[in-house]
């Protein structure tokens, strides 16, 4: 199929000044397709940009490192009953203990309590009048930063006296102390976390992956595991295990002892499912992919119903573009303009005018992906590709609809289009 | 889909490969421009049948300037679309400029008006939107001319009818007699075998018709075929030749000579 460069320039042009000479008209009809893309993009950028958060907390856990908790999103996106799961055994101390003394492939096991559990456990820090945003609240193991991302830049870790004792002494994460005490000393000051005075002990150095999750990842304050059930009383029972295995030892190997240990421990039967969820950094990233998967399927679900219903606008407004113009196609089908000639002008248009929704859409759509993040420090991330496939898409969308007006307008008998009053 | 070019289409190459015509009446290479026989147009109703055109004969010659006279509803504008190809007959066989088009498809069609008929219409017909050049670019865009070739083409055949200034003019901005000027520009670009104008100056004042009539003798003068609608006495009294329609059927024939000359 070729067309002569002077056709293909008539064709834009036409399509131009048709839409341009109905602005208003043009911008209620592409309504839904500017709604559906807007929504694509801003959802899109949000779940990118939060993808790439929690895939580099999650990568931050590490390879040789296994998680062991009462329930996880992991058995929550299985399907197991709610009820089921609240009722499984809480881990303790003692679990910890048994699995360091047990478990062979484990080189270190450290314990916390809230931090990303369940429910939430969290607060403000207050420091003569200052306060912090909200903070997450965990409570550790004198071991805690043996394992995970985080280490000590001012003053000292918890003791085996500080766990005794249940000490009212905690450890900042490098947001608070900033938010707190700004260049200042932190280490003796007294602190008020959830009506009770602390004195802070120690501050930790900004996480490698605040670069990309942003301050988030600093917004924490560590105390004495001991101390955390005097902040949270009896839910605090449950604690989380962080496990790294010994060098050389292939995490699988883990893996199995670590389940082994736990089985016994809980007397399961080897018919019986396990009553607790033992996560690794393949499986948890694995999860997340399923979440995002399921996320972005009705994202997409819902936005084709949006541009549906946009391109049925379309549709309909072409119509319409085409009995207004009955007598332009008379015209120029009498000056030797062919049926494809026709076809593809209308064609044109009602891409351009979808294309033209489009583009208002990924305008909007990052417009508020960008909104999200300058207001929240949210971390989103604006894929060009994105931008790309909802200008192609929505084309397509108007292309589609555009077929049938199109189709008729290149039908249309010369000698009746040019009768038409 | 193919690209339509003058001197490269399918059409002119038929008639070169096409023996004489065997029929005794229409004699080999009498160079007449259209041989029409037989032409019927019959519109069929849900009730009644309209016989807009029952069986006409119509030969015209290069550079005759003939002029279809009747009264209203008697035929002449039904007779005008198909020597134009808009329309094909019902029944009889038509001969343009050497080619049978009674067979030819729409795109085909499109294709023998783009290249040998102009149109004028009695309501100009310009794109609303466009420019006097735009308007005038039209068929040569549909013809394949692109570029600069195409730009000059139009803007010499502004200047042929005096309105080479009003070029970046809209239809809005320009008179009646000067949008139908824009039209004859427009139908002489592509330099048709026959411009066939349908009452041009149908909706022009009587000053007004007479220019856009001058214009025309212009072109005649110059060689150009042209076949002329009107039920308008004054106005066919510019042609050579007169051919009455009556009830779809041509019920004179005569040359003439024309009542108004240059002035
Ligand atoms: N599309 C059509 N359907 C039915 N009848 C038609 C149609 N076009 C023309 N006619 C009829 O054919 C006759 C001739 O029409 P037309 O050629 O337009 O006459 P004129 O141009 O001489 O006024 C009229 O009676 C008209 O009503
Ligand atoms: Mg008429």
Redesign the pocket.
């Given at each position: 199929m070729s067309m002569g460069r002077g056709l293909v320039g008539e064709i834009l042009r036409m399509a131009w000044d048709s839409l341009w000479g109905h602005k208003m008209r043009s911008v209620l009809t592409v309504l839904g397709i500017v709604i559906g893309i807007t929504m694509v993009v801003a959802v899109t950028s949000l779940i990118m940009g939060f993808d790439t958060t929690i895939t580099s907390q999650i990568e931050s856990m590490g390879t040789d490192t296994l998680i062991l908790a009462k329930f996880s999103i992991q058995s929550i996106t299985s399907g197991q009953d709610f009820m089921d799961l609240i009722n499984r055994p809480d881990l303790t101390e003692a679990d910890a203990e048994t699995i360091r003394e047990q478990a062979a492939t484990v080189d270190s096991v450290s314990v916390m309590w809230g931090g990303g559990g369940f429910p939430p456990s969290r607060g403000r820090a207050w420091y003569r009048g200052e306060r912090t945003s909200e903070l997450e609240i965990i409570g550790v193991g004198t071991d805690f930063l043996d394992s995970g991302d985080m280490q000590l830049l001012y003053g000292r870790f918890f003791t085996e006296i500080d766990m005794r004792q249940r000490s009212d002494v905690l450890v900042l994460g490098d947001a608070p102390t900033r938010a707190l005490f700004g260049v200042n000393d932190p280490i003796g000051r007294s602190v008020r976390l959830r009506g009770r005075q602390y004195r802070v002990i120690g501050a930790l150095k900004q996480r490698d992956i605040s670069s990309i999750a942003g301050e988030q990842a600093d917004n924490l304050v560590l105390v004495p595991g001991s101390n955390y059930r005097k902040l949270f009383g009896p839910r605090a029972g449950n604690a989380t295990l962080i496990m790294r295995a010994k060098e050389g030892v292939p995490i699988a190997d883990m893996q199995m002892d670590v389940e082994g240990v736990m089985r016994t421990r809980h007397g399961l039967r080897a018919d019986q499912e396990a009553d607790f969820d033992l996560l690794s950094q393949d499986s948890v990233i694995e999860i997340w992919r399923q979440i995002s998967t399921a996320f972005f399927l009705v994202l997409v679900a819902l936005s084709s119903v949006a541009l549906m219903v946009g391109g049925i606008g379309v549709m309909a407004i072409m119509l319409v573009s085409v009995t207004e113009r009955t007598r332009e196609i008379g015209v120029r089908k009498a000056l030797g303009a062919r049926r494809s000639d026709i076809l593809f002008q209308f064609l044109a248009e009602s891409a351009s005018l979808a294309a033209a929704g489009g583009i208002i859409g990924v305008l909007l759509g990052s417009s508020i992906a960008y909104g999200v993040y300058l207001a929240t420090s949210f971390p989103v991330s604006l894929p060009w590709w994105s931008f790309t496939i909802a200008v192609g898409f929505s084309s397509l969308v108007g292309i589609f609809f555009g077929i049938y007006p199109a189709n008729r307008a290149a039908r249309l008998d010369p000698v009746d289009a040019l009768r038409y009053e | 889909m193919s690209e339509v070019e003058a001197g490269n289409d399918p059409v002119a190459t038929e008639v070169v490969e096409q023996p004489p015509s065997p029929q005794p009446d229409v004699p080999a290479a009498t160079g007449n421009m259209i041989e029409a026989r037989g032409l019927k147009k019959i519109?069929r109703?849900a009730k009644v049948e309209?016989r807009?055109l029952d069986g006409v004969d119509l030969d015209v010659m290069p550079n005759e300037f003939l002029a279809i006279m009747?009264p209203?509803?008697?035929?002449?504008?039904?007779l005008m679309n198909l020597l134009g190809c808009l329309d094909t007959p019902t029944e009889g066989t038509y001969k343009l400029n050497g080619t049978e088009v009674s067979g030819l498809d729409d795109d085909e069609l499109a294709a023998v008006r783009n290249r040998e008929i102009g149109f004028v219409f009695q309501t100009f017909n310009l794109l609303a939107r466009a420019t006097s050049l735009h308007n005038v670019e039209l068929p040569l865009i549909y013809s394949g001319v692109g570029g600069r070739n195409r730009h000059q083409r139009a803007m010499a055949a502004l200047e042929k009818v005096g309105l080479a200034d009003r070029a970046d003019h809209r239809p809005n901005e320009l008179s009646g007699g000067e949008r139908q000027r824009v039209a004859v520009a427009r139908a002489l670009v592509n330099d048709p075998a026959i411009v066939l104008a349908d009452e041009p100056t149908g909706t022009l004042d009587s000053k007004t018709s007479h220019e856009i009539m001058q214009l025309l003798v212009g072109l005649h003068e110059n060689g150009q075929t042209i076949i002329l609608v009107t039920h308008e006495d004054d106005i066919s009294g510019y042609a050579h030749r007169g051919v009455k329609v009556l009830d779809g059927l041509i019920v004179s024939d005569e040359r003439q000579t024309p009542r108004f000359g240059k002035d």
């Open positions: - | 519109y109703m309209v807009a009747g209203s509803g008697s035929g002449k504008s039904t």
